[in-house]
């Protein structure tokens, strides 16, 4: 399966990424998540990506930021957050185990794992923007507010640490999709505590 093939149903979605279907579907009704989805008329499936965008979503909004502003920048992030995961057409053959396999394994080292900027650029236009960036500091989101004298709307930046906050969300991607029998466990894992040993190096520690 591609990274952006849409195979996974929303609760698969919301339990990966530890957010209520409440408040995901607020974020796709009020904030714009996901534009395509609505009034489809059928059940709504999402893929990889939408996963890793949902998930900085929530990340950002559990970090003071508004929904409309989470959401906003998550949907910012689609493009780059594929451009980590390094899009490939191999995958096209391949289950989502082993594509979540592959993206983790891409980054072996902690240090080389980027971040994800967002914030607003100044001028006028205010601008929200996003961008990848090598990481300089340890903790997975800090949030800063700088407002200036002759503007009333703060700069906002936020940085998201990736290489804490993507295997955690991968890793439980494939373990409940096994759980329900859609994918199988990997072949060198056994439980999910054998997941994180496995992904330790990936990680920023605590």
Not at 166 to 181: C, R, V
Request: aromatic letters at 8%; glycine letters at 6%; proline letters at 6%.
């Amino acid at each position: 399966m591609l990274l952006t093939d849409k195979v996974f149903f929303a609760s698969t979605l919301c339990s990966a990424i530890g957010c209520s279907p409440v408040t995901f579907r607020s974020w796709r009704n009020r904030n714009g998540l996901f534009p395509e989805t609505q009034s489809s008329g059928v059940w709504n499936r999402f893929s990889i990506v939408d996963v890793l965008v949902a998930s900085v979503a929530y990340e950002l909004t559990r970090g003071g930021i508004s929904a409309q502003t989470a959401v906003e920048a998550a949907m910012k992030a689609s493009g780059p957050l594929k451009d980590l995961c390094g899009f490939s057409e191999s995958d096209k053959e391949k289950d989502v185990t082993e594509v979540v396999l592959r993206i983790l394994k891409k980054w072996p080292n902690r240090t080389e794992f980027p971040i994800l900027t967002v914030g607003r650029t100044l001028g006028r236009e205010h601008v929200l923007c996003v961008e990848l960036k090598k990481p300089t500091e340890m903790p997975i989101l800090r949030v800063f507010e700088v407002p200036g004298p002759e503007d009333p709307i703060p700069l906002v930046v936020s940085i998201v640490y990736l290489a804490r906050l993507l295997p955690d969300i991968l890793t439980d991607l494939i373990f409940n999709e096994a759980e329900y029998g859609r994918t199988r466990f990997p072949t060198e894992l056994s439980s999910k505590e054998n997941a994180v040993k496995f992904f330790s190096n990936a990680r920023m520690d605590d």
